[in-house]
């Protein structure tokens, strides 16, 4: 079997969701040559899980990035482009995000701009940031259908942001997370029909309410089995997933 991308670059990997991608891309058979592990504060405390694990795992590469200081992603680009010496990126793992269970009463505008900031125009600026080494990879692709083994760029969202979804699903309001997460999905959508005759995949994933610092422990599945099934849909994207909103299992959930 063969690899899922030759690079692969993940926000928010020191916890939760972004850790495992990086654990089981690394334990692969058919590892990524490159996995840049970024987060904001990879020599920290937070960032020590991290740290051993990029011990075992060669392949491995640690790097700051912040997603809401653009010095910081120019600076990570940088890192990035050097390392992969005139190759491209071929995926772009979007995971970096804030949680919030805000409701109407308790809402305040600084909560609300704290969440768009990090869930939204975060991943904006990094996909806009990393463009030029994604199309590197998609010009310098063997094939020309669009897949990992490409160019792509994924957007971890949730379905708590579908407003198709949203009187059936019977969470707490959390109106910074919903919103955001909304138009983090407008942003997919955008960056899909932008860049689609570029050679370059855009979507958007809900990994599933999961047992993370931000899912909490109520959650009713595991880190481990939500990862397994990001990768498996990940390694089946195509021409016909560009643009789509999917769960951890490969299902098509509505705007």
């Known amino acids: 079997m063969a690899a899922l991308a030759r690079s692969v670059l993940v926000t928010g990997s020191n916890r939760g969701i972004g850790l495992e991608l990086v654990r089981q891309l690394a334990a692969s058979p058919q590892a990524p040559q490159h996995i840049f592990a970024t987060c904001r504060d990879p020599d920290g405390p937070r960032g020590k899980a991290l740290r051993e694990l990029s011990a075992q795992h060669p ?12 010095p910081s992603i120019r600076r990570a680009v940088q ?8 190759q491209g990126l071929n995926l772009l793992v979007n995971n970096a995000g804030i949680g919030s269970h805000a409701t109407l009463q308790s809402v305040d505008s600084q909560e609300m701009l704290a969440a768009f900031a990090t869930n939204v125009v975060g991943p904006l600026q990094v996909a806009k940031e990393f463009l030029p080494l994604l199309e590197k990879a998609a010009k310098g692709a063997q094939k020309t259908r669009l897949s990992c083994s490409r160019a792509v760029i994924v ?3 949730s379905k708590v942001g579908s407003i198709g979804l ?4 019977l969470e707490a309001p959390m109106y910074p997370y919903r919103a955001s997460k909304a138009a983090q ?4 959508r955008c960056l899909a029909a932008e860049l689609r005759d570029k050679g370059i995949l855009c979507m958007a994933i809900h990994p599933g309410w999961v047992k993370t610092d931000m899912g909490t422990e109520q959650a009713p599945m595991t880190v481990e089995r939500s990862v397994q099934g990001i990768l498996a849909v990940l390694g089946s994207l195509s021409q016909e997933t560009s643009g789509t909103f999917l769960d951890w299992e490969g299902n098509s959930l509505p705007w």
């Open 185 to 188: 999905n407008m942003v997919t």
């Open 59 to 70: 392949s491995i590469r640690l790097v700051q990035l912040d997603t809401v200081d653009l």
């Open 79 to 86: 890192v990035v482009e050097s390392c992969l010496e005139g």
């Open 166 to 169: 949203c009187l059936g699903v």
């Open 155 to 157: 957007n971890v969202s």
